[in-house]
């Protein structure tokens, strides 16, 4: 079945350091990439949608010079949080959609096991 | 989009059945049904989806109502591993964007 996988799973840093995730899909290629991120006790909170190839669209409110997205290849795309402070600790998730299906909401989304951000 | 009304936790015993009921009563014509959901400190998983008519797969049954403004989620023999939060979300029919609300959180008993 298709598989997205994230890196690293957990990543500890200090304030004003920058951190990358990687979300890849291992047995299928993405077009589009979403990344999520959710608070403690809160629902997923759509960030950005990453396009192959060409920049990320991002979602109100999101800083994009903040959150760095880029999706180099149909396999993987990063997310990069720039300076990085408390307050960007979160569990940061991607999801993924086989670019094989139709296309448009007829289709699954897989999403990967979720990176845990905490900054000191 | 369209909004979703879930209950906010439901319980359930082992081995037996689960209503997960949904309303979404402002879903345009074009809309598709999706449920996820997302188990403890994990990423969400997909459940299923539909658009007019009745659903099954491994994982669960969807029933959507004649006039599409709500849908249940049926898990004929609940585990301990269906423990989750379980999300309704309509998707337009050109979209390819979730957008999560506060979902349903399903406490198994043993």
């Known amino acids: 079945g298709a598989v997205v996988s994230q890196h690293p799973s957990w990543v500890i840093c200090k304030s004003g350091t920058s951190v990358k995730i990687e979300c890849r899909s291992l047995d299928f290629q993405a077009t589009t990439m979403f990344w999520y991120r959710q608070f403690p006790k809160q629902s997923l909170m759509l960030m950005a949608t990453s396009n192959e190839g060409s920049k990320a669209t991002y979602e109100q409110g999101v800083e994009k010079d903040k959150f760095l997205i880029n999706h180099a290849s149909l396999t993987l795309s990063t997310l990069t949080v720039t300076s990085a402070h408390p307050e960007d600790s979160s569990f940061y998730i991607c999801?993924?959609?086989?670019?094989?299906?139709?296309?448009?909401?007829?289709?699954?989304?897989?999403f990967g096991p979720g990176t845990r951000l905490t900054v000191t | 989009d369209a909004k979703t009304t879930q209950p906010n936790s439901m319980e359930s015993n082992e081995e037996e059945p689960v209503h997960l009921p949904c309303n979404h009563s402002t879903i345009s014509g074009t809309d598709y049904i999706h449920w996820y959901r997302q188990l403890p400190s994990q990423g969400p998983e997909y459940v299923i989806h539909g658009l007019t008519s009745n659903v099954n797969n491994r994982m669960a049954s969807l029933a959507i109502a004649e006039d599409r403004k709500s849908s249940t989620l049926i898990l004929h023999r609940a585990t301990l591993r269906d423990a989750a939060v379980y999300y309704c979300i309509p998707i337009q029919g050109g979209s390819e964007k979730l957008v999560f609300g506060k979902g349903t959180k399903l406490t198994v008993n043993p």
């Open positions: 999801s993924a959609r086989d670019m094989r299906g139709s296309g448009g909401a007829n289709y699954e989304q897989y």
